[in-house]
Antibody
Framework: EGLLLESGGGLVQPGGSLRLSCAAS????????MTWVRQAPGKGLEWVSA????????FFADSVKGRFTIARDNSKNTLYLQMNSLRAEDTALYYC????????????WGPGTLVTV | EILLTQSPATLSASPGERATLSCRAS??????LAWYQHKPGQAPRLLMF???TRATGIPARFSGSGSGTDFTLSISSLQSEDFAVYYC?????????FGGGTKVEIK
């Protein structure tokens, strides 16, 4: 079924940058689209960004457009989220999720990495 | 942007009771709706996709229904492990979006 493990979270000053990573194992990473979803303290889930299996298409929530970029390295089975110009409202637990084949819902999620701005 | 409104925000119920959760979309999303279960300190768990198809390993007491703008997740007989927060998620249009969640708590 597979595993996902996020890393790279931490404490950063407003205006700063962080790069999150999501290491995948146990499935053919290059066959699946991936997304990032976040949960601010005491709040619900918020979709952040998505990338298709080949990196041809990327998508972003309006709240992060122009500040965040998503990328993947299929040779390293790793997904990335580059976060620039961070704001206090970006404070959240960030999850990566493997998308079901040819669909945009997540059937495998990591435990999350905490970003505090 | 498609807004998803979940109701109720909190549902108090006893083990063995039936729970019915609602998710309403601001425009038609056909059947492009998923449901997730989320417990504190854990990753979200996919329960349902395409509105009414159970994900692998999900017990039959969970069922989903609806199309267009109105959707329902039902739990026929609540078990202790079912007390959690439930989110609906639309994947019909970009940007993808989640509902605000329904917390199912022990009465």
């Amino acid at each position: 079924e597979g595993l996902l493990l996020e890393s790279g979270g931490g404490l950063v000053q407003p205006g700063g940058s962080l790069r999150l990573s999501c290491a995948a194992s146990g499935f053919t990473f290059g066959n699946y689209a991936m997304t990032w979803v976040r949960q601010a303290p005491g709040k619900g889930l918020e979709w952040v960004s998505a990338i298709d299996a080949s990196s041809r298409s990327t998508f972003f929530a309006d709240s992060v457009k122009g500040r965040f970029t998503i990328a993947r390295d299929n040779s390293k089975n790793t997904l990335y989220l580059q976060m620039n110009s961070l704001r206090a409202e970006d404070t959240a637990l960030y999850y990566c999720a493997k998308q079901y084949i040819n669909a945009w819902y997540g059937d495998l999620w990591g435990p999350g990495t905490l970003v505090t701005v | 942007e498609i807004l998803l409104t979940q109701s109720p925000a909190t549902l108090s119920a006893s083990p063995g009771e039936r729970a019915t959760l609602s998710c309403r979309a601001s425009q038609s999303i056909t059947i492009n709706l998923a449901w997730y279960q989320h417990k504190p300190g854990q990753a979200p768990r996919l329960l349902m996709f395409d509105a009414s198809t159970r994900a692998t390993g999900i017990p039959a007491r969970f069922s989903g229904s609806g199309s267009g703008t109105d959707f329902t997740l039902s739990i026929s007989s609540l078990q202790s492990e079912d007390f959690a927060v439930y989110y609906c998620h639309q994947y019909h249009n970009w940007p993808l979006s989640f509902g605000g969640g329904t917390k199912v708590e022990i009465k």
